[in-house]
């Protein structure tokens, strides 16, 4: 049973949805303990200290279950759920590395990750994860093909990165990465941006960072880094996103090109935003270093 909310609660209530032994206190009810231990639905109940018969509102004796997915999947929340579909973790795919001129190319922009939130969600309900793919590195040529978008499966898909100029040998521009989501019931209820691609690198100067461009409202996917004519580097292909990451612009010349921008998150009430390691290495890297890598979802429920 739930304990009740407000209203009358006593220890024989909490000893029958807890357990334990007669004669009854209530010292033996701190949360992490032998009864309401550290994975039990109690969240007002304090681990030490001053603890009253109301911090058990509300309190239940169920299970945390975790789970990470590294690929795509979908689940029903079961009928004993209760509380929030906790996020752990979630990290959005990195970009590709730059290709290279005289010098390396720029690296790719790591995914950009959520850490903590509460998603409110009731049993029932599907929750469907999506994991966002890494962009593909630049490559190093006259004309060489920008490295391929990261690939979603709900099409919160990098861009690709835009090929060099092909009039000597400069570095095209890494692909972007795709994000990782999380919807329920269809809806999506936390979204980890993909990290943009590097810019290919000139003969005269170096690949670019990106420009801070924040995107195109209302695109999930991220546009194409521009292609270079003539002599020097493409630009880094967008990320997906909530908003998709801009493309990287070229620059007159034989010089390198800007670096894709990086998909918007959507931060779960509690989660905080920060960035990941998966960045592709720019070329000369051997090709797979160059890739980025792809992203995870940890999730959490009481059940």
């Known amino acids: 049973m739930t304990l009740p909310s407000s209203g009358t609660i006593s220890l024989t209530d909490i000893q029958a949805e807890f357990g334990g032994s007669s004669p009854i206190s209530i010292s033996a009810y701190y949360k ?3 009864y309401v231990t550290a994975t039990s639905y109690a969240p007002n109940v304090p681990v030490s200290g001053t603890i009253s018969l109301s911090d058990f509102y509300g309190a239940r004796k169920l299970s945390l279950y975790t789970f990470t997915y590294n690929s795509d999947a979908s689940f029903v929340l079961p009928g004993s759920f209760t509380g929030n579909l906790i996020v752990n973790y979630m990290l959005g795919a990195g970009g590709g590395g730059g290709g290279g001129d005289v010098g ?3 690296p790719g922009y790591a995914g950009r990750t959520i850490a903590g939130g ?3 969600a009731a049993a029932g309900q599907t929750v469907t994860i999506s994991i966002g793919n890494g962009g593909g590195g630049g ?3 006259g004309g060489a093909p920008g490295g391929a978008g990261g690939s ?3 099409g919160y898909n990098g861009a690709r990165g835009g ?7 400069s570095g095209s521009g890494g692909g972007g990465g795709a994000a990782t989501i999380i919807l329920l019931d269809g809806s999506a209820v936390a979204v980890a941006g993909g990290g943009g691609g590097g810019g290919g690198d000139g003969y005269r100067s170096d690949a670019q960072p990106n420009q801070n461009n924040p995107g195109t409202s209302g695109a999930i996917s991220g546009t194409q880094g521009q292609d270079k004519d003539g002599d020097g580097g493409g630009g880094g292909g967008g990320a997906g996103g909530q908003n998709g990451g801009v493309g990287g612009d070229v620059r007159d010349g034989d010089n390198g090109g800007y670096s894709g ?3 918007a998150s959507v931060i779960p009430a509690g989660g905080t935003a920060g960035q990941g390691g998966n960045g592709g290495n720019p070329n000369p ?3 797979p270093e160059r890739d980025g890598g792809p992203g995870t979802v940890t999730v959490s429920y009481y059940a």
């Open 32 to 34: 992490g303990g032998a």
């Open 104 to 106: 390396p190319g720029y």
């Open 118 to 120: 509460n998603i409110p």
């Open 139 to 141: 490559a190093s040529s």
């Open 152 to 154: 979603s499966s709900l």
């Open 163 to 169: 090929n060099s100029g092909g009039s000597g040998v």
């Open 261 to 263: 921008e990086n998909g």
């Open 285 to 287: 890297a051997t090709p």
